[in-house]
């Protein structure tokens, strides 16, 4: 089982809401990421946590709040967003933490299309 | 840092065979990667090239040469579902890990 799952699949929120994106995975794997994709651009990481901490945050803006509860769950917690911030957002997982060594492939989720209106 | 180049736009027929080439320049070199993403979907993993030469899985063929900076993905006997964005990808070490920069995607349409 290859499966990255992500709930929800489409989002609409307001600038002044509150709402979480999850993500999931029974592979065992150790490193978990989140992604913003905009149209006809590639994705960019966020952050990725590795043995369940956070081990790289790309100066993103604290309106997005990464969290995870466990080794197989992963959230994104959204708050005060801005138009701009409308993307796929996508979360993958890894069989190990991105450091020395063998870099392992990642597996992507389907992503949450969010729109910020 | 890291610079990664793709053609933008590649069309190509059914049935025929498609090579897309992806250039690249980092400190460092830890792998390259190849990831397939249909429109509206999450990217999906076809290949890692961390020696240089020719890895072959199925249809699809991945290249490497570490010395020229250079790798190519090799598409044969194409089928309309493999009408997809094609992203490179390669690790940049930061801050003691390796985070996998992706180039801009080489965007292949394969009509009949």
């Known amino acids: 089982d290859t499966e990255v799952t992500q709930t929800p699949k489409h989002l609409v929120m307001g600038m002044t809401n509150k709402k979480s994106l999850k993500c999931e995975q029974h592979?065992?794997?150790?490193?978990m990421y989140w992604y913003k994709q905009k149209a006809k651009k590639p994705p960019e990481l966020m952050f990725v946590?590795?043995?369940?901490?956070?081990?790289i945050n790309e100066s993103v803006p604290s309106r997005f709040s990464p969290e995870c509860p466990n080794s197989s769950l992963l959230n994104l917690h959204l708050h005060a967003l801005q138009p701009e911030d409308s993307a796929l957002y996508l979360c993958?997982?890894?069989?190990?933490?991105?450091?020395?060594?063998?870099?392992?492939?990642?597996?992507f989720g389907p992503g949450t299309r969010l729109t910020v209106t | 840092g890291q610079n990664i180049d793709q053609p933008t736009e590649m069309t190509a027929t059914e049935g025929a065979i498609v090579q897309i080439n992806c250039t690249y320049q980092?400190?460092?070199?830890?792998?390259l990667f190849w990831y397939q993403q249909h429109a509206g979907e999450a990217p999906t993993f076809l290949s890692y090239?961390?020696?240089?030469g020719l890895e072959e899985k199925g249809r699809f063929s991945s290249f490497l040469s570490r010395s020229k900076g250079y790798s190519y993905l090799l598409l044969k006997e194409l089928q309309m579902k493999d009408s997809a964005s094609y992203l490179c990808a390669v690790p940049l070490w930061s801050g003691g890990y390796n985070k996998l920069i992706f180039g801009a995607g080489t965007r292949l349409a394969v009509h009949p």
């Open positions: 592979m065992g794997h150790r490193a």
């Open positions: 993958a997982s890894s069989q190990e933490s991105p450091g020395q060594g063998r870099v392992y492939e990642q597996y």
């Open positions: 980092t400190s460092g070199f830890n792998g």
């Open positions: 946590y590795s043995y369940e901490k956070l081990s």
């Open positions: 090239n961390v020696l240089d």
